[in-house]
């Protein structure tokens, strides 16, 4: 009868252990928070800083690459705010099949302005490393996408 009893304990607290939930990271809302409440200049400063670190650009590089980092965080900070402004007022609504067509076409003419950009400035080497950090960053974004009962942001490796 002890027996009975302490195999049925033990499979009660196996299966409460198994089904138990991963907890995303708590830090993870602020983040986006955080980095919403900075202004196109502070965030431009800050990429523009990173991407001295990572690629050694000179003096020159640095401006030319400030700009454009700013005026792509201009951009970007005035969408977020029409989509927020949107989502308050209750007119929020799907875009048309025309629209998103539109935006597609919109958001990859600015990626191939900036690549072309990015060419001028960067020499050979630093070129292909920025080309390689951005194959990486679309991977992330594409597998952060995707759900298919994973953790959202898990990227799938290729086997």
Same mark, same amino acid.
């Given at each position: 009868?002890?027996?009975?009893?302490?195999?049925?304990?033990?499979?009660?607290?196996?299966?409460?252990?198994?089904?138990? +939930?991963?907890?995303?990271? /708590?830090?993870?809302?602020?983040?986006?928070?955080?980095?919403?409440?900075?202004? /196109?200049?502070?965030?431009?400063?800050?990429?523009?800083?990173?991407?001295?670190?990572?690629?050694?650009?000179?003096?020159?590089?640095?401006? &030319?690459?400030?700009?454009?980092?700013?005026?792509?965080?201009?951009?970007?900070?005035?969408?977020?705010?029409?989509?927020?402004?949107?989502? +308050?007022?209750?007119?929020?609504?799907? /875009?048309?099949?025309?629209?998103?067509?539109?935006?597609?076409?919109?958001?990859?003419?600015?990626?191939?302005?900036?690549?072309?950009?990015?060419?001028?400035?960067?020499?050979? +080497?630093?070129?292909?490393?920025?080309?390689?950090?951005?194959?990486?960053?679309?991977?992330?974004?594409?597998?952060?996408?995707?759900? &298919?009962?994973?953790?959202?942001?898990?990227?799938?490796?290729?086997?």
């Amino acid at each position: 009868m002890k027996r009975l009893i302490v195999i049925a304990l033990a499979l009660i607290s196996i299966q409460g252990i198994a089904q138990e +939930e991963r907890k995303e990271r /708590p830090n993870r809302g602020e983040r986006t928070h955080r980095m919403s409440d900075l202004t /196109p200049k502070e965030v431009a400063n800050l990429k523009t800083k990173k991407m001295t670190l990572h690629f050694d650009l000179s003096e020159k590089q640095q401006k &030319d690459i400030y700009a454009i980092n700013l005026e792509n965080a201009t951009k970007r900070k005035a969408m977020m705010d029409t989509f927020k402004a949107k989502k +308050e007022s209750g007119n929020m609504e799907k /875009p048309s099949k025309e629209q998103r067509l539109a935006m597609q076409n919109a958001k990859l003419d600015h990626q191939i302005a900036t690549k072309a950009k990015m060419k001028i400035i960067l020499n050979k +080497e630093q070129f292909d490393k920025w080309e390689k950090s951005q194959g990486k960053m679309h991977k992330r974004n594409v597998g952060m996408k995707k759900y &298919d009962g994973k953790k959202r942001g898990d990227v799938q490796k290729k086997q």
